[in-house]
């Protein structure tokens, strides 16, 4: 018997076959509907540490999932589990967000890898602009660069649009917008031919995004367009596939951080990531977009990701602010969270909102090689 999870129990195939297929058989007995996906997640874990029955994941329907473990318990091996179920399901799209370039063996699968993405400019709202940039909308600078955003599509054209002798602003507030336009324009992630939500939708086995080349700044600006562009794309209208944005070490793209402007100024601004990933969490669901975040730090997290979290996938935490964190969003029939979970790697406490149920399960080994291990003088 195999158990399939995230899935309400009056939905269709809510049980599976022996062989792991689902069975789509209705209460009125037509079988006639299409079955409903589900991914292979591992085993039940029996109290003296046995297998158990296999545990699959649901697949079929849009999920805000949230996996967290301490470093070296599974947290991105159970991330990319989950992008290889997805990988071969058909109706749905993975695209993984991968900070540490570790999703790269994905390819084996048929997933499209891009080494060095890159989006339109335009793919940033002009307010998105001044929060990457670390500028105040309402100074000059920060005012003059929202216009240029707002009146070009292209980096190049916003530079232009800067230096143009009719722009009402003075010539030290130009060349500061233009110091950091050039800025953004050296990271090189801005293309006009960037990558669009059909870009993304359309490989049968889902996008890696590798963004480890990238500094902070411009892997958020990627993934800031990458998630709005998603979003709004599935507002407009039922995709061909449904999305699913799976995004490694969330933390850093959602926790705020301070540091300087490029005239040197303080900045203490939010990742721009953060307000279009916010989104994806509260919103995504309805339209079909899927958001599942891995992570060893759920403390910086805002308290929304836990909360709208309907998969919760727990590897071993220790640190008091991490168990604080999810301890406070936990619901109601979660009982005692700190003491259930578990303590080795590979095991997770898979907390499914959808039967307001709780389950021990032991991850399933990958089939595709995991990038995600320390080295060690010894073993390479």
């Given at each position: 018997m195999?158990?399939?999870l995230?899935?309400r ?10 062989d ?8 009125d ?19 003296d540490?046995?297998r158990g ?8 329907g849009p999920?805000?999932g949230?996996?967290?473990?301490k ?11 989950l992008a ?19 999703f790269?063996s994905l ?13 339109a400019?335009?793919a ?8 990457l ?12 660069v ?9 980096v190049?054209?916003?530079?232009t ?6 722009t009402?602003a ?8 233009d ?5 953004a324009e050296s ?7 960037g990558?669009?939500p059909?870009?993304l939708i359309?490989?049968?086995?889902g996008?890696?995004?590798d963004?480890?080349g990238?500094?902070s700044?411009p ?20 995709p ?7 995004v ?6 959602f ?14 601004s ?25 992570t ?7 308290a ?5 979290a ?10 008091r ?7 406070a ?7 005692s969270?700190?003491?259930?979970l578990?303590?080795?790697p ?10 307001e ?6 991850i399933?080994?990958?089939?595709t090689a995991?990038?995600g291990?320390?080295p060690?003088?010894?073993g390479?």
């Open positions: 195999t158990h399939v995230g899935r129990s009056g939905d269709d195939a809510a049980t599976t076959d022996s792991g297929g689902d069975s789509a058989t209705s209460v007995g037509d079988t006639s509907r299409k079955t409903a996906i589900s991914g292979r997640l591992g085993a039940y874990r029996a109290r540490g046995s029955a296999a545990v699959r994941i649901d697949l079929d999920h805000a949230l996996v967290v473990g470093r070296g318990y599974g947290k991105s091996y159970t991330l990319g589990v290889e179920e997805l990988a071969r399901a058909e109706g749905v799209a993975p695209v993984v967000a991968d900070p540490m370039g570790i790269s390819a084996d699968f048929g997933t499209e890898v891009v080494a060095d993405p890159a989006v400019a335009d940033l709202a002009p307010r998105a602009w001044c929060d940039l670390g500028l105040e909308p309402a100074a000059p600078e920060g005012a003059l929202w216009q240029a955003a707002a009146a070009r599509s292209s190049d054209g916003m530079r649009f800067v230096a143009d002798a009719d009402k003075d010539r030290a507030t130009r060349r500061a917008a110091n950091h336009l050039a800025l990271w090189g992630v801005f293309a006009p031919d990558l669009t059909s870009d359309e490989p049968a086995a996008t890696v995004l963004l480890s990238l500094d700044a892997a958020n600006a990627v993934l800031r367009a990458v998630a709005g562009g998603l979003y709004d794309h599935c507002v407009r209208g039922r061909t596939r449904l999305p699913w944005l799976l490694d070490e969330a933390h850093a793209f926790a705020s951080e301070a540091g300087k402007s490029p005239t040197g100024s303080a900045t203490a939010r990742n721009v990531a953060a307000s279009a990933l916010r989104t994806v969490l509260t919103r995504g669901r309805q339209p079909g977009l899927s958001f599942v975040g891995a060893q730090r759920p403390s910086a997290l805002p929304v990701a836990v909360s709208q309907d998969l919760l996938l727990a590897h071993r935490l220790t640190s602010a991490d168990l604080d964190a999810l301890a969003a936990r619901p109601t029939y979660l009982g969270f700190e003491e259930r578990p303590a080795d590979g095991e997770v406490l898979l907390v499914d909102d959808a039967t149920s709780v389950h021990a399960v032991r399933r080994e990958r089939e995991h990038g291990g320390s060690s003088a010894t390479r």
